[in-house]
T-cell receptor
Framework: GAVVSQHPSRVICKSGTSVKIECRSL??????MFWYRQFPKQSLMLMAT?????????EQGVEKDKFLINHASLTLSTLTVTSAHPEDSSFYIC?????????????FGSGTRLTVV | GIQVEQSPPDLILQEGANSTLRCNFS?????LQWFHQNPWGQLINLFY???GTKQNGRLSATTVATERYSLLYISSSQTTDSGVYFC????????????FGRGTQLTVWP
């Protein structure tokens, strides 16, 4: 149990376009989802926390107008990188917590490698 | 925020060797997890272990919450164990944000 599906796994886009990344909890309801960014050979950097039905909470330094997060249901959160630029190229990972089932901790999606050309 | 330090940063082993990875954290925590990130980027949850000892096959983990550290043991390492091992903690709410260490890059040679 506790599977998180993330799509697409890899995307290449042109500068100035927008890219949407989906994160779905397949077999549980995720009250909270987290979005991370990871640069090569570095740790995960938390970008934002989203709770179903409310606005996302962004970490300091993360542009909320560039990285739009929507958590419309208990099983789906999306991250849209708007007007992408080459410096937005990175590995993006989502994670979900099960809410109330502490022993499960957190489950991560398989990640999306974004390349902006 | 809470500081999470992992050691060693890099570890190279021959297949069959044992290893111990360490995670120190700067404050009391409600949740601690060990993850393995494979070469394709997937993070696999190894242990949820805010305290005590757990074992799963060749892997085991111990967290001594009062002394603010956790250890991950890998026995009889295999090439498929290669990757980055992350320790991550939560303070406050048990399902709040995770604070990650910088990871240990493990390379196992045949």
């Amino acid at each position: 149990g506790a599977v998180v599906s993330q799509h697409p796994s890899r995307v290449i886009c042109k500068s100035g376009t927008s890219v949407k990344i989906e994160c779905r909890s397949l077999d549980f309801q995720a009250t909270t989802m987290f979005w991370y960014r990871q640069f090569p050979k570095q740790s995960l950097m938390l970008m934002a926390t989203s709770n179903e039905g409310s606005k996302a909470t962004y970490e300091q330094g993360v542009e909320k107008d560039k990285f739009l997060i929507n958590h419309a249901s208990l099983t789906l959160s999306t991250l849209t990188v708007t007007s992408a630029h080459p410096e937005d190229s990175s590995f993006y990972i989502c994670s979900a917590s099960r809410g109330g089932r502490e022993s499960y901790g957190y489950t991560f999606g398989s990640g999306t490698r974004l390349t902006v050309v | 925020g809470i500081q999470v330090e992992q050691s060693p940063p890099d570890l190279i082993l021959q297949e069959g060797a044992n290893s111990t990875l360490r995670c120190n954290f700067s404050d009391s925590v409600n949740n601690l997890q060990w993850f393995h990130q494979n070469p394709w980027g997937q993070l696999i949850n190894l242990f949820y272990i805010p305290s005590g000892t757990k074992q799963n096959g060749r892997l085991s983990a111990t967290t001594v919450a009062t002394e603010r550290y956790s250890l991950l043991y890998i026995s009889s390492s295999q090439t498929t164990d290669s990757g980055v091992y992350f320790c991550a903690v939560v303070r406050g709410s048990t399902l709040g944000r995770l604070y990650f260490g910088r990871g240990t890059q493990l390379t196992v040679w045949p």
